[in-house]
């Protein structure tokens, strides 16, 4: 990954540079905005995680137009952290873009996203990798137990984001996403053809992009795995009420989308 070292990226591609030499089997893409005191522990514990493994990875951090000194900081780390690169928006456009650059801008055979507070720890993915090997495209963790045996949440989240979160999630299963619970848990991953496909119809910007993400891999045959989720609620998180009101816009907007054959194979 020596192609991007800070360089700002605007527009989205299939493929931002050729794997040469090196097989990469996991692309670890961290969408990040102003991030400068959560995300050098993150970076830590994900390389440590990575250098136990057998196969061959990356980290690409994408930040969102950030403020403060997140670049700067992830720059810092690639001295001390193997594989690590960063794709600098010089806009702030939402989550969704974010993870949207990553997952085109990656090579891995799977591409995973996830939070840059670490709430859903990297070593989950030793429970997405069996999913992965049984022939599932999209493998994602969930939070809640109806989803998957065994999930939970380490420190319960505010209330309104409870009930806000309980309200959307009927809103979602009524209009978009029949059947899963969670789909918000910011932790999934998708082998290479499905992201790319994915990711190229994707249009949501903001947090629906989830949401959008797991309408798309539906309409497109792929099958959805999901694990169990040990997630730690960071309160320090930006998500606000106002984010969960504008989910529910997005999530109409994805409706739209899916009626008007906006997703479909042949779409653009």
Request: glycine share 8%; with cysteine.
């Amino acid at each position: 990954m020596a192609f991007f070292s800070g360089r700002t990226e605007e527009a989205p591609v299939k493929q931002a540079f050729p794997t040469g030499s090196r097989d990469i089997f996991l692309s670890v893409i961290i969408p990040a905005y102003n991030e400068e005191k959560r995300i050098p522990k993150t970076l830590d514990i994900i390389a440590e995680y990575l250098r136990r493994q057998p196969y061959q990875s990356e980290i690409l951090v994408v930040t969102d137009g950030p403020t403060d000194n997140t670049i700067g900081v992830v720059n810092d780390k690639k001295k001390a952290v193997p594989n690590l690169e960063i794709l600098a928006m010089s806009k702030h456009r939402g989550k969704g873009y974010g993870v949207r650059m990553g997952m085109l801008h990656t090579t891995g055979r799977i591409r995973l996203f996830t939070d840059a507070d670490n709430s859903t720890d990297i070593s989950h993915f030793d429970l997405m990798r069996p999913l992965f090997d049984k022939g599932f495209e999209v493998v994602i963790c969930s939070r809640d137990p109806k989803d998957a045996k065994g999930a939970k949440q380490a420190i319960s989240q505010k209330w309104y984001k409870r009930l806000a979160g309980n309200a959307g999630n009927l809103f979602i299963q009524m209009l978009a996403v029949r059947g899963i619970w969670d789909t918000q848990c910011g932790f999934k991953a998708f082998r290479s053809g499905a992201a790319e496909k994915i990711f190229g119809k994707s249009r949501i910007n903001g947090f629906g992009f989830d949401i959008e993400t797991l309408t798309i891999a539906r309409n497109l045959g792929y099958r959805i795995g999901i694990v169990p989720a040990h997630w730690e609620n960071d309160p320090s998180s930006r998500v606000r009420l106002l984010s969960y009101m504008k989910v529910f816009w997005e999530t109409v907007l994805v409706k739209i989308n899916l009626w008007r054959g906006r997703y479909e194979k042949g779409a653009i």
